[in-house]
């Protein structure tokens, strides 16, 4: 397992949306398909891999939150995420 992905691993959290919110207002959040594996994502940001990340953004697999998104965890801040922070992202994955 490469140093990076050992890191990243290491601050993979559960958090609220609410906590999340800051980072949302200054347009820093990037929602992740519960298809993908958040670790392998945050590792491809990280590395600057483009042509895995722009395959996923193609396949709508990653994208920053649409306004519907954005309505319904402002009024359910309690809204449990897995995320990963690779500067200046935070990579999130609703928990279900």
């Known amino acids: 397992m490469s ?3 050992k890191k990243l691993q290491e ?7 609410q906590e999340i919110l800051p980072h949302a207002k200054r347009d ?6 519960e298809q993908l594996d958040l670790l392998e994502v945050a590792e491809a ?3 600057d891999e483009t042509s895995l990340v722009s395959n996923w953004i193609a396949e709508k697999l990653i994208a920053k939150p649409s306004n519907a998104q954005l309505t ?8 449990e995420f897995t995320a990963a ?3 200046p ?3 999130i994955q609703p928990i279900n």
Do not use: R
Not at 11 to 17: G, Q
Not at 28 to 33: E, H, K, P
């Open 28 to 33: 820093a959040v990037v929602v992740i398909n």
């Open 3 to 5: 140093d990076i992905k």
């Open 89 to 91: 992202f935070v990579i």
């Open 85 to 87: 922070i690779v500067q």
């Open 11 to 17: 601050d993979i959290a559960s958090i609220s949306w």
């Open 72 to 79: 319904e965890w402002n009024s359910n801040p309690q809204a």
């Open 45 to 47: 940001i990280a590395l």
